[in-house]
C-alpha cells in the first residue's frame, strides 16, 4: 500500500527536482553524456553498456530512428575504445508493429557492428513478446554467432526450456531475475522462487558447456551461491561477468572487482528518462525507497 501511495505521489514531484535524482541512475538525455559515463566507469575499471531508452515504438519511422541512432552509438563506442556493447528492446525496434520490421532493422545494426566490433544484445521484454524475440535472437546467431546475444529471466515458468530449445553453438546470455510483474500461472512470484529458478538456470547454462553467462544482479546472497557454481565449473574470467545498473549499490561493484570478477555497468540514457525512472520504481520498490530517501532533507 505504502508503495502505492508512493507512485502515485511521484508525478508531482518537479521535473527538475526529479531530474536530479534520475542522474544518480540515467546517464543524461543524449549519446554524448552516454559516452563520457561510459569513459568515466572505463577510468575506474568497469566495461559498460550502452542502452537508449524506449520501447514500444509507434511507427516505422521511429523504429528506423532507433536503429540509426544505435548504429551511431557503436560507431561512437569503436572510435572511443571502449569495453563497451549495444543492448536493444525488440519493441524500440517496431516488434509490436511488425516481427519483421524488428528483425530487419536489427540485422542493419548487426551488421554495423559486426564491422566495428561491437557486440549486440538483443533484450527480453513482458511476456507476449518471448517468442517473437527468442526468434529473432535464434535468426542473428544464425548469421553473426557470438557477435550477438539474448536475455532470458529466470522470473518465467518457461526458461528452462527456453534455455534447452536454443540451438547449439556458442552463446551468450545476459541471466536476469526479470522487472516485468507477470502473472502467477506463467511466473514464479516469490522472491525466494525466483532466486532458486535463477540458480538452477545458471547451472543449466553452463551445463551447455558453449556459453558466456553475464550474471545481471544486485543479490548478494544469490550472488555468493553463483561464484560458487562458476567455481565447480572452473568458468574461466572470460566466459563471466556480473552485470550493474547505474547508480544501484556500487559498493558491491568495488567489492566484487576487489575481488576479482569482470563487472559491466548498464549505463541507459535518452529523452525517455523520466518514462523509464517511472516505470523502474513502480515496478521495483526498492529503488522507489531510494530515490525518496534522497528526496528527504535528513
Given at each position: 500500500m505504502l508503495h502505492?501511495?508512493?507512485?502515485g505521489?511521484?508525478?508531482?514531484?518537479p521535473?527538475?527536482?526529479m531530474r536530479?535524482?534520475?542522474?544518480?541512475?540515467?546517464?543524461?538525455e543524449t549519446?554524448?553524456e552516454?559516452?563520457?559515463?561510459?569513459r568515466?566507469?572505463a577510468?575506474e575499471g568497469y566495461?559498460?553498456?550502452f542502452?537508449?531508452l524506449?520501447?514500444?515504438?509507434r511507427?516505422?519511422?521511429?523504429?528506423?530512428a532507433a536503429?540509426?541512432?544505435?548504429?551511431?552509438?557503436?560507431?561512437?563506442?569503436?572510435a572511443?575504445?571502449?569495453?563497451?556493447?549495444?543492448?536493444?528492446?525488440?519493441?524500440h525496434?517496431?516488434l509490436?508493429l511488425?516481427?519483421?520490421?524488428?528483425?530487419?532493422?536489427?540485422r542493419?545494426v548487426?551488421l554495423?557492428?559486426r564491422?566495428?566490433?561491437v557486440?549486440?544484445?538483443?533484450?527480453?521484454?513482458?511476456?507476449?513478446?518471448?517468442?517473437?524475440?527468442?526468434?529473432i535472437?535464434?535468426?542473428?546467431?544464425?548469421?553473426?554467432?557470438e557477435g550477438v546475444?539474448?536475455?532470458?529471466?529466470?522470473?518465467?515458468l518457461?526458461?528452462?526450456?527456453?534455455?534447452?530449445?536454443?540451438?547449439?553453438?556458442p552463446?551468450?546470455?545476459?541471466?536476469v531475475?526479470g522487472?516485468?510483474?507477470?502473472p502467477a500461472?506463467?511466473?514464479?512470484?516469490?522472491?525466494a522462487?525466483?532466486?532458486?529458478a535463477?540458480v538452477a538456470?545458471?547451472?543449466?547454462?553452463?551445463?551447455?558447456?558453449?556459453v558466456?553467462?553475464r550474471?545481471?544482479?544486485?543479490?548478494?546472497?544469490?550472488?555468493?551461491e553463483l561464484?560458487?557454481l562458476?567455481r565447480?565449473?572452473?568458468?574461466?574470467?572470460?566466459?563471466?561477468?556480473?552485470?550493474?545498473l547505474?547508480?544501484?549499490?556500487?559498493?558491491i561493484w568495488?567489492?566484487?572487482?576487489r575481488?576479482g570478477?569482470p563487472?559491466r555497468?548498464y549505463?541507459?540514457?535518452g529523452?525517455e528518462?523520466?518514462?523509464?525512472?517511472?516505470r523502474?520504481?513502480?515496478?521495483?520498490?526498492?529503488?522507489l525507497?531510494a530515490?525518496?530517501r534522497?528526496?528527504?532533507?535528513f
Amino acid at each position: 500500500m505504502l508503495h502505492k501511495l508512493m507512485v502515485g505521489a511521484m508525478p508531482l514531484v518537479p521535473l527538475p527536482v526529479m531530474r536530479r535524482l534520475a542522474g544518480k541512475y540515467i546517464a543524461g538525455e543524449t549519446q554524448e553524456e552516454a559516452l563520457a559515463r561510459l569513459r568515466a566507469l572505463a577510468a575506474e575499471g568497469y566495461s559498460g553498456i550502452f542502452d537508449l531508452l524506449g520501447e514500444g515504438t509507434r511507427s516505422e519511422a521511429d523504429a528506423r530512428a532507433a536503429a540509426e541512432s544505435y548504429r551511431r552509438g557503436a560507431e561512437a563506442i569503436a572510435a572511443a575504445g571502449l569495453d563497451s556493447y549495444v543492448s536493444i528492446k525488440p519493441t524500440h525496434l517496431g516488434l509490436n508493429l511488425d516481427e519483421a520490421l524488428a528483425l530487419a532493422l536489427y540485422r542493419e545494426v548487426a551488421l554495423r557492428c559486426r564491422e566495428l566490433g561491437v557486440f549486440l544484445r538483443v533484450e527480453m521484454e513482458d511476456h507476449p513478446t518471448t517468442d517473437a524475440t527468442l526468434r529473432i535472437h535464434e535468426a542473428l546467431r544464425a548469421e553473426f554467432g557470438e557477435g550477438v546475444g539474448i536475455v532470458l529471466q529466470s522470473r518465467l515458468l518457461r526458461t528452462p526450456d527456453d534455455i534447452a530449445a536454443l540451438a547449439p553453438g556458442p552463446l551468450d546470455v545476459r541471466l536476469v531475475k526479470g522487472i516485468y510483474l507477470e502473472p502467477a500461472e506463467i511466473a514464479h512470484t516469490d522472491a525466494a522462487a525466483i532466486r532458486r529458478a535463477y540458480v538452477a538456470q545458471a547451472r543449466q547454462l553452463l551445463e551447455r558447456g558453449d556459453v558466456r553467462l553475464r550474471l545481471a544482479t544486485h543479490d548478494e546472497q544469490m550472488a555468493a551461491e553463483l561464484v560458487g557454481l562458476l567455481r565447480e565449473h572452473e568458468v574461466p574470467r572470460e566466459r563471466y561477468e556480473f552485470q550493474v545498473l547505474l547508480g544501484v549499490r556500487p559498493d558491491i561493484w568495488a567489492r566484487w572487482r576487489r575481488e576479482g570478477h569482470p563487472v559491466r555497468v548498464y549505463v541507459p540514457f535518452g529523452p525517455e528518462w523520466r518514462e523509464y525512472s517511472m516505470r523502474r520504481m513502480r515496478k521495483n520498490p526498492q529503488l522507489l525507497r531510494a530515490v525518496v530517501r534522497d528526496l528527504l532533507p535528513f
